[in-house]
């Protein structure tokens, strides 16, 4: 049996003995980890103790393992994940740090800034939070156009830090493990092939009693690559991120009444934002002012996504063909 057939490469076991367990998940983008994994293990020192690096390999063939063998030396770890979709990965994570103090997530097309890592852990530290998310800004491959730079897409969230937060993705989140556990938290494995997993699981751990925090300096960098920075690329992710939001809120209502409650105030929101929207894209039209085309339509996309998701319906953001292609569908994932 080999390494990456056993699962393991590197460092054999189920996270650290207390400490701190950088996770990244990966699905055949072999090409991004040299440079993430040689920062990753800089900044797993500034720590104390030394955090380990983790690396969940979802490609049901194990393509990361031949990488992630190069660094096992350095305190990096090696799990193979084969059940498709990004929950069943994120899970294997939180199994593998279950002996962990903290497990922090970061995504395999980002690059932490200096002192993330330590910013992070000490954030936690000083609040004992169930979880810390950071900002994820965009470094753009290639120019955007106008109409594309004027849907928003690429301007990220920034917060004062320390803010508490409702929820956050996990492209930059820190986790208390035991705070998770407690809460009885795991990703829901549903929307592995449609995205909004971690939506979903911030809102539930806020919704539990967990408390969220924002650290502003603790910033990772994400590169965006030219197939990403185009007009059908970011319509897809405002609809699909307004659908996360929409999906995590109905989910989350207390009893069918509740939910009923919740569909029916997105709708009406829904109802007067897209008149709104359709008005300033007629503006924008008159006006030949392309970045605020973008501004109207990219806002009319994530308010039909935000109806279809109070109603159940997402995306296949991260399907895949039997050839482990990503491809576009659709799935129902609704509420009780």
Not at 263 to 288: E, H
Request: some cysteine; aromatic content about 6%; hydrophobic content about 45%.
């Amino acid at each position: 049996m080999t390494a990456a057939e056993d699962g393991e490469v590197g460092v054999s076991g189920h996270g650290t003995g207390g400490g701190t367990v950088v996770a990244v998940l990966t699905y055949r983008r072999t090409q991004l980890l040299p440079p993430l994994l040689a920062e990753l293990v800089a900044q797993a020192a500034t720590v104390a103790p030394r955090a380990e690096v983790l690396v969940v390999d979802n490609d049901p063939d194990g393509s990361a393992a031949g990488v992630v063998l190069r660094w096992a030396g350095h305190g990096v770890r090696y799990a193979h994940e084969p059940r498709p979709g990004i929950s069943a990965a994120r899970n294997r994570a939180l199994a593998e740090a279950s002996g962990a103090d903290v497990l922090v997530f970061i995504d395999d097309d980002e690059l932490p800034s200096a002192g993330w890592l330590a910013q992070l852990v000490g954030s936690w530290r000083t609040w004992g939070c169930a979880a810390v998310a950071g900002p994820v800004s965009a470094r753009l491959l290639a120019p955007a156009s106008a109409w594309v730079a004027g849907t928003g897409v690429f301007d990220r969230r920034r917060e004062v830090t320390g803010a508490l937060l409702g929820g956050a993705g996990a492209g930059n989140l820190l986790l208390d493990v035991r705070q998770v556990r407690e809460l009885g938290l795991t990703f829901d494995e549903r929307l592995g092939l449609t995205g909004g997993e971690d939506t979903l699981f911030t809102h539930q751990l806020v919704h539990r009693g967990g408390e969220l925090r924002w650290c502003d300096e603790a910033e990772a960098v994400e590169s965006v690559p030219a197939d990403r920075v185009t007009r059908a690329w970011v319509l897809r992710r405002c609809f699909r991120s307004a659908g996360s939001w929409s999906r995590a809120e109905v989910s989350l209502a207390a009893g069918a009444a509740g939910r009923l409650r919740t569909r029916a105030g997105i709708l009406a929101k829904a109802a007067v934002r897209v008149a709104l929207a359709a008005g300033a894209l007629a503006v924008a039209v008159a006006r030949r002012d392309a970045a605020a085309r973008g501004a109207a339509v990219g806002t009319l996309a994530a308010y039909a996504g935000l109806v279809v998701g109070a109603v159940g319906f997402v995306p296949g953001e991260y399907a895949r063909v039997a050839t482990g292609t990503p491809v576009e569908q659709r799935s129902r994932v609704s509420g009780r």
